[in-house]
């Protein structure tokens, strides 16, 4: 309580001496004045169907527009199961890659190859689910001899596509912010590349690494368009729950599918809130975590322990 | 012998930046094969005439006005955090919470920016409200660039402003900022690139499939890109090939946002020998 | 008995030729020490001992150096044996982010050399050897960066060790320790010239004169004297040296 004391009087102090602070006060606070308001009108817009349906809304499993239904289960579980494939399929392709150019490749290329990728991380999610949808899905049910291609796989497969810029260049950064100082010391000890890579370099970038995908695991289960156009949206759990060859519908694809139809004021458009307040909360908490192992390593490296 | 060992697994270890780099390529020649379809007279032409001038004209109105509203709020913001602000509780809640407005998805944002700025506001489907929307997107990634760019400002240089008697906001004005200046358009630059291709965050709250000419005030929905190409794919049904021309005109714009904002800062770093 | 023996060592980093045509031989049992004003070339020469400057993009070398009568540069040598057998302590100390017992025993682990009993037993006499044993024997899992500095430069030098070398390399490996620190450190390498060749950078004209038995001086990347210490000192040949030894540069 003393600690926040002094900053309070510190901050008015200042606040007396150049006024123009108030002014960058305020923008600095925009973040949490508009996650605030996000809440507040998000929870508003919502709270009739968490009235209506309590615990059911969230464990119920019948999305039913017809029958003004709205049990969100087969969305959260298409949601995690498209999640799941991409993380699959990503954190190995992603970590491999990051560690891969900061460590491998020569230096010349390194930059030229990150800019690659980064320029892949700014292709718009329309643009991938639109390249989703005119040549994987093709590929997949051809492979698979199914009728559509727009199945959770494919979801999956686009959405790992999409996530690998973000793996590549959190976990990039922290590995290479591993100091020279540990991995000198590895190579004069007559360790291999290798050696050092794998007893110095990823121990060191590990929780930072796992940042990196949560991080990546966060955006994924947020992104909509992309997923949208390739994942069939149909609300029901698939039988087996594992088979990755039925459509499914994320959470995301049904607010962004039935926004424009449900009535201002209507069950269904407290439902589609409802819908974002889960989001919300649950992007909220990955990456509050996320932000917390990033915060406990630096603080590790500055060797406070 | 062990060193031929290491050189074969280190080429098994590159294959998977092969196949990212395999899936970029990929991406672009799928997208630049169109660049022969396209019919350029068909930029400068009206919608209602089979062109694209009001979607590409829309989508500009939509980044520079989110751009306008967010490069002065996050500018400000980052100087804010990187120069005043004390270290302390509510120091770590602010850069916490970018943190998370960052990570909010791009639909939930939507689903805000209808609810408070085309409802409670009354902005109604509007340009305006398009502005604010993605301007709370862009926010967070103007901050962080912007915070960047000034930490790599020397102290030495404020410290000889500030040594002649200088205020602190003197200070900020007249050294830190045009010193950052170059990386703070570079964030910018990436800012715009990054909600060029948005769509969920527009889809409820600014645009219309077709509009007569372009909007005459920011109260008015406008026609973008990216929305015109959702909903004739998702809605209307109609087959890819037929909205290939959108979709590369998207690609390159955007592309072409975030390969200026990359190599803008590449020309300004080795301009600035201070940076390293 | 020669230990090292530098025939014509020329080195480029990034173009710059850092090296120029360096010929010297190190004594074994000796401490030899290399001095020189900032940017001669004193570092680079310690690192071309074990190969660490390969590690640096746009590095060149030419010439030959043998160790034990065998060039180094011959392009048979495996560099990683090489390493071992030549070990090498850092400027600032730098201990991995493990846990004390962890470092020591880091390089035992890397070359396979031994595990279970023999290698506590190897981290044991390691520890004893720097003297630090007595201070970290009861919390050998503790965190290297728990340490003073001092004591990590001293387990530093521990984990060199661990491995059997026959060389120890140290770059300047008192310049960011207190002066108790170092003079421990100094009376350490006193004790490993017994056992070791132990060669020493170092831009510290009074560290050279305590604890070396020859010494080198380096300037602008040429080797302008070399000698026993004892006769550097006392009767300089090169006028350059005489001023750089009086402090008038440096």
Known sequence: MGFRKRGMSHFLKRLKAEPVEVILFLCASSSIIFLFLMLLFIAKEGAQAFLTFGINFIIGSVWETNLDLYGAFPLIYGSLMVVAGAVVIAVPLGVVTAIFIAEVLPFSFRDLIKSLIELLASVPSIIYGFVGLLFIAPQVARLFGISSGTVALTASIVLAIMSIPTIVGVSGEVIAAVPRDFKDAALALGATKWQTIKSVVIPTAKSGILASIMLGFGRAIGETVAVLMVAGNVALIPTPPWNYLSPVYPLTATIAMQMGEAAVGSLEYSALFGLGMILFIVTFIVNTLADAIVKRESKFRSGVK | MSKVREKVLFAFLGIPTAICLGVFFWLASVLLSGFGTIKWNLLTASVLNGGYLEMIVGSAYLLLGAAGIASPVGVLAAIYLVEYAPRGRLTRVIDQAINNLAGVPSIVIGLFGYTFFCRQLGLGISLAAGWFTLSLMMIPIVIRGTEEAVRMVPNAFKEAALALGASKWRTVRSITAPSAAPGIITSILLGIARVAGETAAILFTSCVLVTRGLPKSPFEPVMALAFNLFVKIVALGESPDKVFGIAFILFLMVISLAAAATAFRIYYRRRQPWLK | ?250
């Open chain 3, 1 to 250: 008995m020669v230990k090292v023996d530098i025939r014509q060592l020329n080195v480029w980093l990034k173009g710059n030729h850092v090296l120029k045509d360096i010929t010297l031989t190190t004594k074994e049992n000796a401490v030899t020490a290399i001095m020189g004003p900032s940017g001669c070339g004193k570092t680079t020469l310690l690192r071309a001992i074990n190969r660490m400057n390969e590690i640096i993009a746009g590095c060149r070398t030419t010439g030959e150096l043998y160790i034990n009568g065998r060039n180094i540069y011959d392009g048979e040598t495996n560099v990683y044996e090489l390493r071992r057998s030549v070990g090498m302590v850092f400027q600032k100390p730098n201990p991995l982010p493990k846990s004390i017992f962890e470092n020591v025993a880091f390089g035992v682990k890397i070359h396979k050399m031994a595990n279970g009993e023999s290698l506590a037993s190897i981290v044991e006499r390691s520890l004893k050897e720097v003297a630090l044993w007595e201070e970290v024997k009861e919390r050998l899992n503790d965190s290297a960066f728990s340490l003073s500095g001092g004591q990590q430069q001293r387990l530093c030098i521990a984990r060199a060790l661990a491995v059997n070398p026959e060389i120890i390399l140290l770059d300047e490996p008192c310049s960011a320790l207190d002066p108790i620190a170092t003079a421990k450190i100094e009376a350490l390498m006193r004790k490993l010239a017994e056992k070791y060749t132990v060669i020493i950078v170092t831009h510290n004209v009074q560290q050279a004169a305590r604890v070396s038995d020859y010494v080198a001086f380096l300037y602008l990347g040429e080797l302008v004297e070399y000698g026993p210490t004892k006769h550097v000192f006392e009767n300089p040949q090169s006028k350059l040296t005489e001023r750089y030894l009086t402090g008038e540069f440096g």
